[in-house]
T-cell receptor, first 110, second 115 residues
Framework: NAGVTQTPKFQVLKTGQSMTLQCAQD?????MYWYRQDPGMGLRLIYY???????DKGEVPNGYNVSRLNKREFSLRLESAAPSQTSVYFC?????????FGSGTRLTVV | AQSVTQPDIHITVSEGASLELRCNYS??????LFWYVQSPGQGLQLLLK????DTLVQGIKGFEAEFKRSQSSFNLRKPSVHWSDAAEYFC?????????????WGLGTSLAVNP
């Protein structure tokens, strides 16, 4: 099925560990996004990529890095996880007429 | 400053009752407007969008929304709520011009449906 695929769906990390969240879309969208969702805080943009080869910071980029590997894939890396990064992470893609979201990654940092 | 306000954090309605979820925005440019729904444990799904033209837009699952420029509002409505409509609803606004596709999000309204 066409859409946005995120892996993994669940992850538990220890403080200081690193990991990469993967996101791939098969809709030929130019723009891709990483959001985090926390209770009472809505969706906050971490990083986005307006097109292949470009990335830009969003509202809450500290502690994260991204790579737009090609048009399909946009990964999010936590170099040294902290408990404050416990959240649900969503990847989305867009042509500018609305976003398509992945089903999310629930990350817990202990 | 650009912002989206959803005044109601939580709403409870009875099944079969009508529903209106409020959304107000502050945005300098001509906006794109969106409503998304998030079921528990799921990603967000686009319900409907407004770009231009008819200010009353129809979406999926029987939802509609009306854009009122004078009130800077884009309220979501449904004539008769079903138990499966229980979810989180998010309003968002984007830039109609330029290449920046970032959306500004409201904090969401949680809808509970009583049987």
């Amino acid at each position: 099925n066409a859409g946005v695929t995120q892996t993994p769906k669940f992850q538990v990390l220890k403080t200081g560990q690193s990991m990469t969240l993967q996101c791939a879309q098969d809709m030929n969208h130019n723009s891709m996004y990483w959001y985090r969702q926390d209770p009472g805080m809505g969706l906050r943009l971490i990083y986005y990529s307006a097109s292949e080869g470009t990335t830009d910071k969003g509202e809450v980029p500290n502690g994260y890095n991204v790579s737009r590997l090609n048009k399909r894939e946009f990964s999010l890396r936590l170099e040294s996880a902290a408990p404050s990064q416990t959240s649900v992470y969503f990847c989305a893609s867009s042509t500018g007429v609305g976003y398509t979201f992945g089903s999310g990654t629930r990350l817990t940092v202990v | 400053a650009q912002s989206v306000t959803q005044p109601d954090i939580h709403i409870t309605v009875s099944e079969g009752a009508s529903l209106e979820l409020r959304c107000n925005y502050s945005y300098g440019a001509t906006p794109y407007l969106f409503w998304y729904v998030q079921s528990p444990g799921q990603g967000l799904q686009l319900l409907l969008k407004y770009f231009s033209g008819d200010t009353l837009v129809q979406g999926i699952k029987g939802f509609e929304a009306e854009f009122k420029r004078s009130q800077s509002s884009f309220n979501l409505r449904k004539p008769s709520v079903h138990w499966s409509d229980a979810a989180e609803y998010f309003c968002a606004v984007g830039n109609k011009a330029g290449n920046n596709r970032k959306l500004i999000w409201g904090l969401g309204t949680s809808l509970a449906v009583n049987p």
